[in-house]
């Protein structure tokens, strides 16, 4: 008998998803460090996730940010990280785009802080996976309220208060690679198509008040929220798309500023989109678990 004794290897750490403020803050862009100095962004869905990473580089690049949602507790966090990183003051407001009254309200805050206000950026969001047959009615309208209205609402007070003061405006509105569907989400594919062409043709509506609308649709792009999955899951979404692996934050923020800069200037109506390929390849995400009907592997 083996009387050995055999040393236990302690249990590895879950992987974070995510990027940490330190990393937001001295990740290496292509963008040189003062090209927003002077530019004024609103950002919502600030408090994490992408909406963070975009307002991280925002800041970085000399822009004047307010982001808002609703827990003031997560805008507070990423204000106070760039303050303490980046020496930058970021505007926070608290608050719900799915009521237009407050949506308004936050608006003229911001163009009473800052004078004016130059881009737009919708990010704010949200879904569950289910199957779209057990919806009930006040999930699939909680949904579209935010995903759908909510982005209306803040595209229509700016476009507002941008044609009432004879400013010109850009709006970037982040969805969803929609092109093949969205199983187990179909209330937010639903509302990401809804906004994508909506954009589209308010771009043409808004072209004589100055104001662009574009989208940028994220794939699958590594963030916090993937923290909520069992070990192993996030791992096979990284392999639905040709180059196998995650997107980061800052691939999406890249895209914002490219859209949302003179760099853009020329571009409206249009969807960037960041997804490693997917559109092009790839396996389709089941962020519920894949169905045994489609276990073809």
């Given at each position: 008998?083996?009387?050995?004794?055999?040393?236990?290897?302690?249990?590895?750490?879950?992987?974070?998803?995510?990027?940490?403020?330190?990393?937001?803050?001295?990740?290496?862009?292509?963008?040189?460090?003062?090209?927003?100095?002077?530019?004024?962004?609103?950002?919502?869905?600030?408090?994490?996730?992408?909406?963070?990473?975009?307002?991280?580089?925002?800041?970085?690049?000399?822009?004047?940010?307010?982001?808002?949602?609703?827990?003031?507790?997560?805008?507070?966090?990423?204000?106070?990280?760039?303050?303490?990183?980046?020496?930058?003051?970021?505007?926070?407001?608290?608050?719900?785009?799915?009521?237009?009254?407050?949506?308004?309200?936050?608006?003229?805050?911001?163009?009473?802080?800052?004078?004016?206000?130059?881009?737009?950026?919708?990010?704010?969001?949200?879904?569950?996976?289910?199957?779209?047959?057990?919806?009930?009615?006040?999930?699939?309208n909680a949904v579209i309220d935010t995903n759908?209205?909510?982005?209306?609402?803040?595209?229509?007070?700016?476009?507002?208060?941008?044609?009432?003061?004879?400013?010109?405006?850009?709006?970037?509105?982040?969805?969803?690679?929609?092109?093949?569907?969205?199983?187990?989400?179909?209330?937010?594919?639903?509302?990401?198509?809804?906004?994508?062409?909506?954009?589209?043709?308010?771009?043409?509506?808004?072209?004589?008040?100055?104001?662009?609308?574009?989208?940028?649709?994220?794939?699958?792009?590594?963030?916090?929220?993937?923290?909520?999955?069992?070990?192993?899951?996030?791992?096979?979404?990284?392999?639905?798309?040709?180059?196998?692996?995650?997107?980061?934050?800052?691939?999406?923020?890249?895209?914002?500023?490219?859209?949302?800069?003179?760099?853009?200037?020329?571009?409206?109506?249009?969807?960037?989109?960041?997804?490693?390929?997917?559109?092009?390849?790839?396996?389709?995400?089941?962020?519920?678990?894949?169905?045994?009907?489609?276990?073809?592997?």
């Amino acid at each position: 008998m083996d009387h050995s004794v055999k040393r236990l290897q302690p249990a590895a750490e879950p992987r974070q998803w995510g990027m940490s403020d330190q990393e937001l803050a001295t990740r290496p862009t292509v963008f040189r460090p003062d090209l927003m100095a002077g530019k004024v962004f609103v950002v919502s869905g600030g408090g994490s996730g992408i909406g963070r990473g975009i307002t991280y580089l925002l800041a970085r690049l000399g822009a004047d940010v307010m982001i808002c949602g609703r827990r003031a507790e997560k805008l507070e966090e990423t204000a106070s990280g760039i303050r303490r990183l980046l020496g930058r003051e970021v505007g926070t407001h608290a608050m719900t785009i799915r009521d237009p009254e407050q949506v308004e309200a936050m608006m003229a805050v911001a163009f009473e802080r800052y004078g004016r206000l130059d881009a737009l950026v919708n990010n704010s969001g949200g879904q569950f996976p289910q199957a779209a047959i057990d919806f009930s009615v006040k999930g699939w309208n909680a949904v579209i309220d935010t995903n759908l209205n909510g982005t209306w609402y803040m595209m229509q007070a700016a476009a507002r208060q941008w044609r009432d003061r004879g400013q010109s405006g850009n709006i970037v509105n982040i969805v969803a690679t929609i092109a093949r569907g969205m199983p187990q989400v179909a209330h937010t594919c639903a509302a990401r198509a809804g906004v994508i062409y909506l954009s589209k043709t308010v771009a043409t509506e808004w072209a004589p008040l100055g104001i662009r609308v574009n989208c940028v649709a994220p794939g699958a792009i590594a963030t916090e929220g993937l923290n909520v999955y069992p070990d192993g899951v996030p791992e096979r979404f990284a392999l639905t798309n040709p180059m196998k692996r995650f997107g980061d934050v800052l691939d999406v923020a890249e895209a914002v500023v490219y859209v949302g800069a003179d760099s853009g200037k020329f571009v409206t109506g249009e969807v960037l989109v960041v997804d490693g390929g997917h559109s092009a390849w790839g396996d389709t995400e089941w962020p519920g678990g894949r169905p045994d009907y489609f276990d073809v592997g």
